[in-house]
């Protein structure tokens, strides 16, 4: 075993990166195979101390995230070649591994992950119970009714990994010190910082919190709170069994759902590990109220078999020669977990070159993508393709310690639940971010979850089915959206848009900051558009609606999940440009209505005296104005296509605002809708969303976004100079513009999309249009298949079904029907 003296070394880097688990190790060794000169890791006891070393070392190509599948695909490649590179062993055993179903919802939900999987190189397969019994042979059959088998899957010993992975580090030149404890963190007004250590000071450019279950402390010392906790996971390792030993090949690890636990071979015996249910699990909350202990480093739990008692006993039903073998070692230990399970990687919004990696409730098989991905953004100051649900900001004040608490607790227990389209936990919830209007609105509709906030689905009326429902096949929502989004379409709808991220940007270089920022003009005073951030390669960071309210003041808006996402970014570029502003986040402070419909015009005239005719307040117009004597900044936009308005105002004006507007277009026959009917609205105008259509994996080019670009406005906007050359080698790929004949299922996004026998894209997103009652989605596919009339096929739970290239949108936006009416032409509605 290797001893090393503590000894800093040097008194500046480059980056350091605090905390010696398999991340930071994998971080250490990624950047400094790069290139990157001046890696310091520091750790405070010995390198795979805290969770590392005692995980039981899944690897796992399977993932139900899009972007998790690269994440995972390339720590085993890494895993598989470590040994070669850095001359240590690192125990890599790949026998595969195989999800149990024993219900035909599980068939539902493996088909449904088949369908994402289609379009990526990793090997997966959905396989009969004659097959799992073939692989398998000690598996009770009677249980079994299909399996989803990942060849290249297994498991590796940790502490091999991360010594094999801190080889590599050093013989790239980067420099791994322990036991050096960081005592405290000083940032400095340039953006360095200073690490203080017992042994000196380090000056580091940025540092990396990959301190594991010690990474709150490191955080409390800058003033932030991560929202994490130690949960405790158990697993059980038995002695010898015959039929094991007997055994010619290693078995695969089977995951058995239903009984909720990971089962794998270990030597000559088996090792199970189960997940317990969130009354039964145990936190270790000691922690989070008065920091880990001091000397807490590789000590493990009290084991606790009375806890897993019910999981044992499915495992011995499952495997049935596990009832004759002995419990040889019980191995508790501490696993930190985020609300989500996620984990936290990248820069940190409000601190500036302060990265996480962080979170990990599953590090082994993490390690290696995320230290590729994390070392790839630090030098190339974009993430090399888009992890928005990893992101350290999508957390902000309203995860309290509570709150991550009960969710860590619903996490743990629901590890192995079906995982639904359209999926809501309910732990945990409401938060203190509620808009003002969600006591009002809670028991009539359906609520869902977005960035701490509580926004309406759906709403109820007499006779339909309420409550959460999820399937993967049209559930009790499915009548309900169609009659808001008649609503809308005919009338006049309500829907509560408050969480949506809200800055005031303002100052002498206001302007010539967004002309930076943003590939679309700067809109004129009392004007508003749509404007996209795109990353230095000409990828889609962010879309935002930019509105200028007074001569450089402006609002902007961005969607739920992206608020601090999108503030880091423009708040980044603010230091690196040394520009003269201020920035407000506005989003707790600041309500949101959207009305929309025909009448919505007719109705909001009844509460001001202000012209809303279209000659007088035009579309993507923006003004103040007051409604009912209720101040609000109106901006006449809608995204669901519709004659429409937001309605920005104070959050403690929200319930006298909406009740205002409801009581004026009683004669109308006003009513709420939700974000489904808003996202069938959506999608029948073509409008694209951001997370969906466009990311960091996409550029605006292939996405159809050109007409919000403008390649020829004077400045150098980020991303202006790789656009050029993308347009100039032309597109490979198009978003296209589909209608599905389907059954009693609809597209979601990311299914694979078929053509002569071979996957040749993916969808983005979709969902049943009402208006022409068949699917509809968005789908990435090569340039020469893009042609309206092509025709193509859409995996759905494993089925393809015939569909059809179609020229956008399905329904013409109201200002265009307007347009075209005045011109003497008769719009298609």
């Known amino acids: 075993k290797e001893t090393q003296s503590p000894y800093l070394g040097k008194d500046r880097a480059d980056t350091v990166i605090i905390g010696g688990g398999c991340v930071g190790v994998s971080l250490a060794y990624h950047l400094a195979k790069a290139g990157l000169k001046d890696v310091v890791l520091l750790e405070k006891s010995e390198l795979t101390a805290g969770s590392t070393w005692h995980a039981a070392g899944l690897t796992t190509y399977f993932h139900p995230g899009i972007n998790l599948k690269k994440i995972h695909s390339y720590s085993i490649k890494l895993y598989e070649k470590l040994e070669e ?15 149990i179903a024993s219900t035909p919802t599980r068939v539902d939900e493996f088909k449904y992950q088949m369908t994402r999987a289609g379009w990526h190189p990793t090997e997966q397969y959905l396989i009969t119970p004659e097959k799992v019994q ?104 038995t002695s010898t069994i015959p039929e094991v030993k007997a055994l010619k090949t290693e078995l695969p690890v089977i995951r058995d759902l239903e009984g909720s636990y990971y089962l794998r071979q270990e030597r000559d015996g088996l090792l199970f590990g189960p997940y317990e249910s969130e009354e039964k699990m145990k936190l270790q909350d000691s922690w989070v109220t008065n920091g880990v202990p001091p000397g807490f480093g590789k000590e493990l739990f009290e084991s606790d078999l009375d806890r897993i008692m019910e999981h044992i006993e499915a495992a011995m039903k499952m495997v049935p020669v596990l009832k004759n073998a002995d419990i040889v070692n019980t191995i508790a230990g501490p696993i930190t977990y985020s609300p989500d399970i996620l984990p936290m990687v990248g820069p940190h919004q409000g601190v500036r070159n302060y990265w ?33 649900e990893l992101d350290p900001n999508r957390y902000g004040k309203w995860t309290t310690t509570e709150y991550t608490a009960a969710k860590a ?24 971010r509620t808009s003002g209007l969600y006591d009002l609105l809670k028991s009539k509709c359906s609520m869902g979850f977005h960035a701490g906030w509580e926004q309406p689905h759906w709403f109820y009326k007499p006779g339909d ?92 808006v961005t ?212 208006s022409g009652q068949q699917s509809l989605a968005f789908a990435y596919v090569p340039t020469e298949l893009s042609k309206v009339g092509q025709k193509l096929e859409v995996e759905l739970l494993g089925k393809n079904y015939p569909a059809t290239i179609i020229q956008e949108p399905l329904v013409l936006t109201e200002p265009t029907r307007m347009r075209l009416q005045r011109k003497g032409e008769s719009p298609k509605i």
Not at 178 to 192: E, I, K, R
Not at 409 to 432: C, D, L, M
Not at 576 to 591: F, H, S
């Open 85 to 99: 590179e850095t001359g240590q062993a690192v125990g890599f055993h790949q026998p595969g591994s195989i999800r």
């Open 409 to 432: 607790r619903e996490s743990y227990g629901f590890n192995n639940i079906v995982g639904y389209p359209k999926e809501e936990r309910f732990a945990g919830r409401p938060t203190e």
């Open 356 to 388: 996480v990696a962080i979170g990990f409730g599953y590090g082994i098989i993490h390690a290696g993508g995320i230290g590729k991905y994390l070392s790839d953004w630090i030098l190339e100051g974009e993430p090399p393709f888009d992890l928005i």
């Open 134 to 237: 073939e692989l398998f042979p000690l598996l009770n059959m009677d249980m079994v009714l299909a399996g989803l088998y990942n060849p290249g899957d297994g498991h590796i010993d940790p502490y091999s990994l991360t010594m094999a992975l801190a080889a590599g580090a050093r013989k790239y030149g980067a420099q791994l010190n322990y036991p050096v404890q960081v005592t405290n963190l000083n940032s400095q007004s340039d953006g360095t910082w200073e690490v203080e250590t017992p042994l000196g000071i380090i000056r580091a450019k940025r540092i990396v919190n990959t301190a594991g279950f010690w990474a709150r402390e490191i955080g409390k010392m800058i003033g932030l709170q991560h929202p994490l906790i130690p949960v405790h996971h158990q697993y059980v390792v």
């Open 559 to 770: 969607g739920s999940g992206s608020e601090l996402h999108d503030l880091r970014w423009i708040e980044e570029e603010v230091t690196r440009g040394g520009y003269k502003v201020e920035i407000e986040n506005m989003t707790d402070e600041m309500g949101v209505l959207g009305v929309a419909g025909p009448y919505a015009r007719q109705i909001l005239q009844k509460l001001t005296s202000e012209d809303l005719s279209d000659s007088s307040f035009k579309f993507l117009q923006s003004r103040h104005l007051k409604l009912s004597d209720i101040a609000v900044t109106a901006i006449r936009i809608s995204y669901t296509g519709e004659l429409g308005w937001e309605l920005y105002h104070r959050k403690e004006d929200s319930v006298a605002l909406y009740s205002a507007i409801m009581e004026a277009g009683q004669k109308e026959g006003i009513d709420n809708f939700g974000t489904y009917a808003l996202n069938a609205l959506r999608l029948e105008k073509g409008f694209r969303a951001w997370g969906a259509e466009m990311n960091c994996d996409t550029n605006p080019l292939e996405a159809g976004l050109e007409y919000f670009v403008k390649l020829n406005k004077p400045a150098d906007f980020t991303g202006k100079q790789a656009l050029k050359q993308i347009k100039e080698k032309g597109l490979k790929r198009r978003l296209v513009y589909l209608t599905l004949e389907t059954d009693n299922v609809d597209p979601e996004g990311n299914e694979s999309v078929w053509y002569n026998g071979k996957v040749i894209g993916n969808t983005t997103s979709g969902s049943f249009s009402y």
């Open 465 to 556: 089915e309420t409550g959460y429902k999820p399937s993967f096949r049209r559930t009790n929502w499915f009548d309900p959206v169609g009659r808001e989004y008649k609503q809308v379409m005919e009338k006049v709808g309500v829907i509560d848009l408050s969480p949506f991220g809200k800055f005031k940007v303002k100052g002498t270089d206001s302007v010539k900051l967004l002309d930076h920022l943003f590939a679309n003009v700067v809109p004129k005073v009392s004007s508003t558009n749509i404007s996209h951030m795109l990353t230095p390669s000409g990828k889609v960071y962010a879309e935002l609606t930019v509105s200028q309210l007074y001569p450089g003041e402006f609002m902007l």
